[in-house]
């Protein structure tokens, strides 16, 4: 099964999906996305890589990369 991060358009919110699918379903503002319309900006097999690629997106959006991946690299 393959993963993907997508950002809801309209609302900014970082998502983790499930690429198999077409569509999905913001979380935050209930607006239906089409992913094939989408960027996608990460894509695993990985549930554990999906949860710290959704971490990443939502600290570079936020302006805080280089505090996220300092906090990783403190934990390995």
Known sequence: MKFGV???PNC???KGV???CKTTKCSRCGKA???ENLKIFYKTDSVGKLQQAIG???A???GRL???KETLQSKN
């Open 6 to 8: 997508i950002v809801c």
């Open 12 to 14: 900014k919110k970082v």
């Open 18 to 20: 499930d690429l198999s």
């Open 33 to 35: 996305l089409l992913l």
């Open 56 to 58: 990443l997106v939502n």
């Open 60 to 62: 570079e959006l936020d």
């Open 66 to 68: 280089k505090e996220f």
